[in-house]
């Protein structure tokens, strides 16, 4: 699986948007990119994911840049409960049966 | 009900036991995971099932066994474990790898100690 390259940890203060960085830059035409986060004590829950184009839903938007080298997570208005471990992973349309988890973003709120 | 519920939620095992760990989901998925994950690293994927057949073990050791039973269920017996195993265990599933936009849904896991 191609990799993915995120900074360990960020820190945002509360009501701000937040905007987590991914790094990506051997990803194939069919690679799709999602992102998980993990609060803690707790398994990983799916925020979003896509292909080419710039993706939103009720929890985040997803920007993709033009040559699909990299992704931006953006939550729009941090609070509290965002606080976790964000991972950016590539997902294979060959194989696609695994997720393959990388070292992800430990992402800190401040209030 | 979009939930994968796992049990017991804390295990205590000694080197020599036998116990087993649970999974259960009632959405209808048919792809259904086990992953490990050591404190303050990410989750490493261990078995992939498939309508029912095991389709993915990533060479993990023979001391786990897993076993799906039924599209619902998930089990993971575990036998002889090493302390190095004590670690948070989670299950997930999905619908069938249609294509890799499928999302998995993960239950809260299994913290298992070996002592």
């Known amino acids: 699986d191609a990799k993915t390259t995120q900074p360990n940890s960020m820190e945002s203060n509360e009501e701000e948007p937040v905007h987590l960085p991914c790094n990506h830059s051997?990803?194939?035409?069919?690679?799709?990119i999602h992102w998980y986060r993990q609060l803690p004590s707790q398994g990983p829950e799916y925020v979003i994911h896509g292909l080419t184009s710039n993706v939103n839903n009720r929890m985040a938007s997803l920007a993709i840049a033009e040559d699909r080298k990299s992704s931006t997570l953006i939550l729009h208005r941090a609070t509290l409960r965002d606080a976790a471990v964000y991972y950016c992973?590539?997902?294979?349309?060959?194989?696609?049966?695994?997720?393959?988890f990388g070292t992800g973003t430990r992402l800190t709120i401040i209030p | 009900d979009t939930e994968v519920t796992q049990t017991p939620k804390h295990l205590v095992m000694g080197m020599t036991n036998k116990k087993s760990l649970k999974c259960e989901q009632h959405?209808?998925?048919?792809?259904m995971y086990w992953y490990k994950q050591k404190a303050k690293k990410p989750p490493e994927l261990m078995f992939v099932?498939?309508?029912?057949?095991?389709?993915i073990n990533e060479s993990v050791p023979s001391r786990f066994s897993p076993e799906c039973p039924n599209s619902s269920l998930l089990n993971l017996h575990l036998h002889a474990l090493q302390p190095e195993d004590s670690a948070l265990y989670l299950c997930?599933?999905?619908?069938?790898?249609?294509?890799?936009?499928?999302?998995?849904?993960f239950g809260s896991g299994t913290q298992l100690s070996v002592l």
């Open positions: 051997t990803i194939s035409g069919t690679d799709y």
């Open positions: 997930a599933s999905s619908l069938p790898s249609q294509g890799a936009w499928e999302k998995l849904f």
């Open positions: 099932y498939s309508y029912e057949k095991l389709s």
């Open positions: 959405m209808g998925h048919r792809a």
């Open positions: 992973i590539l997902r294979s349309n060959f194989g696609n049966e695994k997720l393959t």
